[in-house]
Every structure is written in structure tokens, then in C-alpha cells.
């Protein structure tokens, strides 16, 4: 939006006679602008909405008391500025009731202009492991340093600085992590090399109090976080992969650490926590692209690894120093032995293209560190069986200038990758910037090398494929220069470290001018640095709460986990579980939407806490309830962003109707969170007559609650749906805006990925007993409206008949209808027929399912039926009251009864049976269900927008 109108307080615009009549839909649209505003009470969101045009154009904050309180107006004024700033608007107007039409509105400085320095060579923290640390990124970095001080003034942040390589520590000002973290705060600009391995644990915290730009060498960074073994390492993995990834990656965490740290890069944490970050190559991109959200990645982008073209000793030299003799064609592959090398299918190959037998060439294996054992006694194997042992060497590890000797006897270079991680292959370039030519393969970023300037095989290659490339270079002598001589031209066009320094520099400028972040820091050093001496430490804490809050509202401040987060309330069920009714639905379709994998949300269940006042992250119970390695972290107050989801699954009255819990529901509103609930049932309106008068008090408030506060509103069948749309216009015709009804289906198959069970003793003997003798079985908790007396007194009738059909009532009491049970219990006493089994496990209700001749629905009322879906899942024919919404399920396939006393009801269940011996009874198999994965996905699809599955497919 280019402007923003600025209302000030909700209170008051509500309290006004009326809406300018120059602020219309239309002016709003004309000026591409939205409104702002400051809720002085959290339910003046709705009567706003309800006056302002375009309400979708409304953005509303909370008036948070802690910066009134302890900000002075000026403070508070600077504030404002920054947050109309991050909400990106080149200008604004305040206005208020009665205003006339702005004619000069102020401009706003753009955010690319906070983070210009005035300075020449602004000051740069470079935080990376440096010579003579044994990393590949120490050597890098070292390569690199000198091009970036042409355009900073650089100090060295250094695990250990009396270690350091004295030409570095002569050249740069240096200090160790200890004192950055101190000291951090007085740089300009701050720039991370992130790589895979222990030198860069610290940097997760260093980066956390001193945000900067990172260069992201590895896209994964498990074996860096489980370097951290003394402070439980595989624990931060874990918590790593779930802020990455989501409950969806836990499963898959259950195995060995090191299949998680191959399946997930873990690094969401580097993006939250950076101004901007850099890879090497578009492979590592889309590695992140696959693995994260694309909000998450704004801030990425791509610069080519840096390679100093080596001056090299001419071959003859190399090869006098080295034993190799003149006449030799020498093959090599350089850097670490590993399995990822392709190494087998090399040694493979060059056994099948016969270069094993021709006493002309030779290969080396050039390189060790972190040493595979394993494959190295495998080469070492290989190597003894060959014709000339002598013919194949393996170095060890190599000092660099042992390196330089290699690369300069070398005539073939070999470099085959598999597993690709996002690297760039600086032994790649060094090969190639040795003018060798090198035979590759089209894997991860080696893809992206120029055909022109490598023999490059395809990713899959066969023995065959390398094998002829190896003979091919074997005597084809120009071809081998024209290939070495266009590879060193790219290596020195565009991999240079000046090239590669100006780059970084670019992206680096570019990241601290447009970040909103910069700005916030900045904000916060300065608002909160000058309250430090005056106010106790509680109120600094909220007061840096509120302004992280207020700027989340304008959506650009990220959260502590990595992507759009859908919010599923389950407050009841985390206080407790009833496994029954509704909160069986909750557990299925919960499940189901934690762990899918293709929502484009993360699926975060949540819930209120009135102790604290505030919804929390159920992260605890989440972690019992999908079986998965604990996570030891703890229910943090939740942190919602515009764009988020909230979705009320569970049925907690109180959420909705309490001032405490609702006002956030109305602040998550006002910045762009979608409201959702579930409406199961109407029950206590269209069947007053079975529920108390405060139940009905209950919910009717409750409903006219969820009706002004939500989005959606998703219903389980269309007879729900269009009793809550007969109820708005009856009930609530005057609401300013009707929630959108949307119908999603129920899953029928019990609980879903989570096993039967075995059955009791109890169960086995109830079985037997029930073995010779047909039954009906009547499932669900024992409520008046399910009409168990009805039955009852039927079944007595028909046993005095002589009918030899029997009952089986299997379900919970609710404790509020104890006494109605125990009358029903009574009626049924003397019936030999009738027997009661109670609440049964899954696994005996299936049982219970399959084997009876029909399962009995005689409910007055249902929103749902559980029972029913799971009745026809199972293949049980069915006999039910001819209700609609039975009428929506089972169509014809269902036999339906009208009988409203027990004589009547005796009559119809005497027919449906003898329709049942003469298997002439409708089909309830031909009942569409669908499972719970499918009712999942059914209600995702319902709240989710459509754009945020856009590449994605829809989950039905």
C-alpha cells in the first residue's frame, strides 16, 4: 500500500455519529491505501470492521498500556514512525471523525534509506574460523578477507585469537566470541560464514544478540548442531528440525541421528536470526526453496564461490618433486574420502575401461581429513587386488603445498559427487583453475558448470559412461588443453575473490538498507538503552515484548519457527482428553494435520492458559501425543503473525466467550490472522428439549461469540451448515458480517495410525457369548436425545414376542445424564437380551461392528454421527431415524424408521429383521466415507487460502 490513514483510537470513531463520507471503498482503492488503527478495547475490532469500507483493508493494533506507561511521547511518536515504515507506505494522513479529504499528505522516509552509513569503510565483524584451523572455510575466508578491505574496516571474530595465522593477526584487529558478544553492538555491519561442522556452533548465539548477514556454505547444518554433544546435542537437533520444519519432521527424527541430520538442513534459525544470508549456487537455493517456506527466504541470495587462481609449479617440476615419472598420464581426484565421492563406481570403471592394465597411466587419490575408514579400507583393498598394485596411490591428508604439487602433475582430474547438500566443490575449482580438464558429473551445483569447460557425465551415470570419458582423456591430448584452458578462462572470469568480494559487498549493503529488522534493532537499542537505569527489569521486558509484538503486526518481524503458521486450538483437550464425541474428532483430524506435509502452513496446536492469560503453544502435550523423541521444550506464549491461521477444532466454550482469551483473537484479527471454528452440531437450538437451560445458554452464546469474531466457519455435513445459516437469519440477522460457510466431511476409520489394540479378557468372553446370536448394536454415549429408553422399552416388547434378536449398548455416560442412564439400565434389567458393555476400546468396537447384523441409530438430533460412518466403514447394515442429515449420509442405502414410542419402534426393528434373514436389507457399503487423512485435508482446504497452495497440489 502506497498510504496509510491513520484513524489513531478505535474509541473514538465508535463513538462518532458517522463515517466521512469521503472515506469510501472507492477512495481507498483510488489511493491504493489501508487504514490503521489503535484498539483502545479489543472488541471494538468488530463494531470497526462492521463501519469501515473494506474491512480487509483494516489493520488494527493493540493499544498495548506497558509503551504508554513507561515511553515518553516522543519515544512513543518514533515508534509510530517506524511501524507505518515497515508497513511500507510512502506517505500517511492522520485523521479523525469529521476530517475533510487529505490534500498534503507526509511523506515517510522509505526503509532503504536506514541503513546508508556515512562512513567511508564502515566497520565489519567477520565471524568465521580462520588458518589454521583445519576447515575448508578458514582457508576460504582467509582468501577473501583482503578484497573486502578495500570496502570495510574489518575485525576478526575468532574462537581462539592467540591462535590465529600471524600474517592474519598482523594485518586485522581481532577479539574472540566472548568479547563480540559484549561488544558486538558497535559495528556496522556484522557478516557470518556458516559451514557444517563444530567451528560454527557458537555463531547460532553470537548471531542471536548481534544479527548480521550470512554466508551459508553447507543449506544443512546437522552435524554442526550435534557437535554440541556436552550441552545434549541430538536434543538441539531435534528442537532445530522442529523449528525448521514443523511436527510433521518429527516422526522421521525417531531413527538414527544421522538419518535426520541427511533428511532435514535444520537452519531456519539462520534466517530468522539475519539481516540477509548468501549460498554459492542456484542447487542450494532450491535445496532451501524445498525445504522452507518462500517467506522464510526474502532475504536470500546467491554469490559464486571464491577461488584465487594458484601459481602452480609446471608439471615436470611437480612431478621431479612428487616420483612421478614424465612419461606417466596421471589421473586425480581431490579433497576428502568419502562414499559421496562416488569413489566405488570410479574404481569400477577403471577396471572395466582397462586403463587397470595399461602401465602408462596412473591414479591418486589426493586428500584425507575427517577420515572414512571404512572407505579407505575399501580403496586400500581394491587397490591390492589390481593387476600393478603400484598403479593406484592414496595420499592421506596433504599439506596445501603437497595439494599444489598434485594439481600441478595432474593431467585428469576426477570430481563425482552424490548427496549433494548445497555445497560448492572448491576442489572443483581449484581443478579447474589449474587449466586440468576434469571429468564431472551433472549433480547439485556441478550442474550449473558450463558444459564448455568440464567432460560433465550425467547425475545418474553408468560404469560404462565414465569409463569411456576416462579412456577418452586417456589419449586424446588436445582435447584435454582445450577443455583445461576454457576451465581456467571461468574459473578467473567469474570466481575470482574480487569478484566474489564485491558481490558479498553488494548483497550486504542491500540486506542492511532494506531489512525492516535493521531498523527495529536500532529502534530497540536506542527506546529501550535509555529506560535501562529507570525502570526495573519485568517492565524493560515488556516493553521490548510490546514494540516485538507491535511490529509483528506489520508483519516483519519473524517468529522464533520457520513459516505461516496454522493455530489449532485444542484448549480442551490438552486440560483433558474424553477420547469420546467431539474431542474423538479432534484427536483424528489433529493427527492427520500435524503430520502433513503439504499444508504450506505449520500446523502449531495451541492453547489457553488462565494462569498466565495468554494462548501457549501445547508443544508438551503435542509431543506425547504423536509418540515422538522429546523435545524438552516448553509451551511458550504464542507469537502470531498477518497471514497465520487460527482455527478453533476443539469445543471450549469459554475461549470464544471470556474477555481474558478473546481479546486475543480479536488482536490476531486486527493484523491479518484468519479466524476459523468448527460448528459440529446445532443441537441445542433446533433440539432444545434434550439439553438444560443453561447448556442452552451456554452455547447460544458461545455461537453468537465464534459469529462475530470469526472468518469461517466449517461444518461437518450440509444439514449443519444449513442449520447455522437458518439460525443467522433468524438469531443474528443484524451481525455486520456473516462468517463464510464452508462443510467438510468426517473420517470413519476409528482412530486413525494408531493401531486397534488387542482385546481384554472381559471382551473375548462378551464375544463368545454373543457368537450364536444376532444383534444390534447401538454406539455413542448414552445421552437422552440418542434414544436409548425408546429402544430399550422396544427390545423388551420384541423379547416378549419371542424375538431372538438382542441388543448390545456400547458407550460412555456423560456425568450429566448419570440418572438418565441408570432409568434406562433399570428398564432393561430383566432383559435377557439387552446387554451393556460400556466404553470398549477401538479394537472391540470394530469387532462389535463387523459382527452384527446392524448397527441402531435413534437419535431425536445429530450435527454427526460418528457411530454411523464408522457403522457403514465397517460394513454394518443399519437401521437409523429418518433424519436429514442420516438422509445426507446414507441416501439409500440405509433402512430409515419413523416410529416416535416403542411399540412402534418394535414393529419396524421385527421387519428390518426379518428383511436381514432374508439378506434383502440395503447396502451400507456403497456409503461414500472418507478416512481421517481425507477429513483432514477436506477441513484444511475449507480454511486455508487458496494462493497459499499455489505450486502445491490441493489436499483433497
Known amino acids: 500500500m502506497s498510504m496509510i490513514v491513520d484513524l489513531q483510537e478505535s474509541e473514538g470513531w465508535l463513538a462518532a455519529s458517522q463515517w466521512p463520507s469521503w472515506l469510501t471503498s472507492d477512495w481507498l482503492s483510488e489511493n491504493d491505501a489501508r487504514l490503521v488503527c489503535r484498539l483502545t478495547h479489543p472488541d471494538d475490532l468488530t463494531a470497526l470492521r462492521a463501519i469501515a469500507p473494506l474491512p480487509e483493508r483494516l489493520l488494527a493494533y493493540p493499544d498495548y498500556s506497558v509503551l504508554q506507561q513507561h515511553l515518553e511521547r516522543g519515544d512513543r511518536d518514533k515508534l509510530h514512525r517506524v511501524f507505518l515504515q515497515c508497513l511500507g507506505a510512502e506517505q500517511y494522513v492522520t485523521i479523525a471523525p469529521g476530517s475533510s479529504p487529505p490534500t498534503s499528505p507526509i511523506r515517510l522516509e522509505s526503509r532503504l534509506q536506514q541503513g546508508k552509513l556515512e562512513s567511508c569503510k564502515p566497520q565489519l565483524a567477520f565471524v568465521s574460523p580462520l588458518p589454521p584451523a583445519a576447515s575448508g572455510v578458514a ?24 591462535d590465529l595465522d600471524h600474517s592474519l593477526a598482523s594485518m586485522y584487529e581481532t577479539i574472540d566470541h566472548k568479547q563480540m558478544m559484549r561488544d558486538g553492538g558497535r559495528f556496522d555491519r556484522v557478516m557470518y560464514h556458516f559451514g557444517n561442522s563444530w567451528f560454527h556452533y557458537e555463531y547460532f548465539l553470537l548471531l542471536q544478540a548481534h544479527p548480521g548477514v550470512v554466508v551459508l556454505h553447507d543449506a544443512y547444518l546437522g552435524h554442526c548442531i550435534i557437535s554440541n554433544h556436552a550441552q545434549f546435542g541430538t536434543t538441539e537437533l531435534l528442537q532445530k528440525v522442529y523449528a525448521s520444519h514443523g511436527w510433521a519432521a518429527m516422526p522421521d527424527c525417531d531413527g538414527p541421528v544421522k538419518q535426520t541430520i541427511n533428511l532435514y538442513p535444520a537452519c531456519a534459525s539462520v534466517f530468522n536470526g539475519s539481516y540477509g544470508v548468501v549460498v554459492h549456487n542456484r542447487h542450494a537455493k532450491e535445496i532451501l526453496y524445498q525445504s522452507l517456506e518462500p517467506e522464510m527466504l526474502t532475504t536470500l541470495g546467491e554469490v559464486p564461490l571464491a577461488r584465487q587462481l594458484k601459481r602452480l609449479p609446471d608439471r615436470s617440476a611437480a612431478r621431479q618433486e612428487l616420483g612421478i615419472p614424465e612419461e606417466i598420464t596421471l589421473y586425480s581426484t581431490f579433497g576428502m574420502i568419502n562414499p559421496n565421492k562416488c569413489l566405488v563406481e570410479l574404481m569400477d570403471s577403471w577396471v572395466s575401461s582397462g586403463l587397470a592394465n595399461n602401465p602408462s597411466v596412473k591414479l591418486y587419490f589426493v586428500g584425507g581429513g575427517n577420515r572414512d575408514w571404512e572407505m579407505e579400507n575399501r580403496i586400500s583393498n581394491w587397490i591390492s587386488r589390481l ?13 596445501s603445498e603437497e595439494y599444489d604439487l598434485y594439481l600441478g602433475a595432474s593431467d585428469v582430474a576426477l570430481q563425482l559427487r552424490r548427496n549433494s547438500r548445497g555445497e560448492s566443490s572448491a ?29 560433465k557425465l550425467n ?29 581456467r578462462a571461468y574459473v578467473k572470469a567469474h570466481h575470482s575473490p574480487a569478484t566474489a568480494a564485491s558481490a558479498y559487498r553488494d548483497h550486504m549493503e542491500a540486506s542492511y538498507i532494506q531489512s525492516p529488522d535493521v531498523l527495529i534493532d536500532q529502534l530497540q537499542a536506542d527506546i529501550i538503552g535509555s529506560k535501562l537505569r529507570e525502570l526495573p527489569a519485568d517492565k524493560i521486558f515488556a516493553c521490548s515484548d510490546a514494540i516485538e509484538d507491535l511490529m509483528r503486526c506489520a508483519g516483519v518481524r519473524r517468529t522464533a519457527l520457520a513459516g505461516s503458521q496454522l493455530f489449532v486450538d485444542i484448549s480442551s483437550l490438552v486440560q483433558h482428553d474424553h477420547q469420546r464425541g467431539v474431542q474423538r474428532v479432534v484427536r483424528n483430524i489433529l493427527r492427520e494435520l500435524l503430520l502433513n506435509r503439504y499444508l504450506g502452513y505449520r500446523v502449531e496446536p495451541i492453547f489457553f492458559d488462565s494462569a498466565t492469560g495468554y494462548f501457549l503453544y501445547a508443544r508438551a502435550f503435542t509431543n506425547r501425543f504423536l509418540h515422538t523423541a522429546p523435545l524438552h521444550l516448553s509451551d511458550d506464549t504464542v507469537e502470531a503473525m498477518p497471514g497465520d491461521i487460527y482455527l478453533g477444532l476443539d469445543l471450549c466454550y469459554r475461549v470464544a466467550q471470556q474477555a481474558d482469551s478473546r481479546q486475543w483473537l480479536q488482536f490476531w484479527r486486527g493484523r491479518g490472522v484468519r479466524i476459523c471454528h468448527v460448528v459440529y452440531d446445532l443441537l441445542p437450538v433446533s433440539l432444545a428439549e434434550g439439553f438444560t437451560s443453561d447448556e442452552i445458554t451456554v452455547y447460544t452464546n458461545w455461537l453468537t461469540a465464534i459469529t462475530a469474531i470469526s472468518d469461517r466457519v466449517a461444518c461437518p455435513s450440509r444439514t449443519v451448515a444449513h442449520e447455522y445459516r437458518q439460525w443467522l437469519q433468524s438469531e443474528n440477522s443484524g451481525a455486520p458480517a456473516i462468517p463464510v460457510i464452508t462443510e467438510f466431511q468426517l473420517g470413519a476409520d476409528m482412530e486413525a495410525r494408531s493401531g486397534g489394540g488387542a482385546l481384554n479378557a472381559t471382551e473375548q468372553a462378551l464375544l463368545e457369548k454373543l457368537q450364536h446370536q444376532p444383534y444390534l448394536l447401538m454406539a455413542g454415549g448414552i445421552t437422552p436425545r440418542k434414544g436409548h429408553e425408546q429402544v430399550v422399552e422396544a427390545f423388551n416388547e420384541l423379547q416378549r414376542q419371542g424375538c431372538r434378536l438382542s441388543l448390545v449398548i456400547a458407550g460412555s455416560i456423560d456425568e450429566n445424564h448419570q440418572h438418565y442412564a441408570d432409568r434406562i439400565q433399570q428398564l432393561g434389567d430383566g432383559s435377557s437380551s439387552i446387554y451393556w458393555v460400556g466404553c470398549v476400546s477401538d479394537a472391540m468396537l470394530k469387532v462389535l461392528y463387523q459382527r452384527a447384523a446392524g448397527t441402531l441409530l435413534a437419535s431425536s438430533g445429530e450435527g454427526f454421527s460418528l ?32 416410529a416416535t414410542d416403542s411399540t412402534g419402534l418394535a414393529t419396524e426393528i421385527k421387519t428390518w429383521f426379518g428383511a436381514y434373514r432374508d439378506g434383502v436389507l440395503p447396502d451400507s457399503s456403497w456409503i461414500q466415507s472418507v478416512d481421517w487423512q481425507r477429513s483432514a485435508a477436506q477441513l484444511a482446504n475449507s480454511v486455508i487460502p487458496a494462493r497459499a497452495l499455489s505450486g502445491r497440489s490441493r489436499l483433497l
Open 867 to 898: 457411530s454411523l460412518l464408522e457403522a457403514a466403514y465397517h460394513g454394518s447394515a443399519l437401521l437409523v431415524r429418518n433424519l436429514p442429515v442420516f438422509r445426507e449420509i446414507c441416501g439409500e442405502y440405509a433402512w430409515y424408521f419413523d
Open 459 to 487: 547425475d545418474d551415470f553408468t560404469a560404462s559412461d565414465l569409463a569411456e570419458a576416462l579412456t577418452s582423456f586417456a589419449t586424446d591430448t588436445e582435447s584435454r588443453r582445450e577443455v583445461g584452458r576454457t576451465a
Open 427 to 455: 576442489a572443483l575449482l581449484d581443478c579447474m583453475g589449474a587449466g586440468l580438464p576434469t571429468i564431472i558429473n551433472a549433480h547439485g551445483s556441478m550442474s550449473e558448470v558450463p558444459d564448455e569447460t568440464v567432460l
Open 387 to 399: 593387476p600393478d598394485p603400484q598403479q593406484v596411490t592414496l595420499t592421506g591428508y596433504v599439506s
Open 139 to 162: 582457508g576460504y575466508c582467509a582468501e577473501i578477507l583482503p578484497y573486502l578491505a578495500e570496502n570495510y574496516d574489518i575485525t576478526l571474530v575468532v574462537a581462539n585469537p592467540e
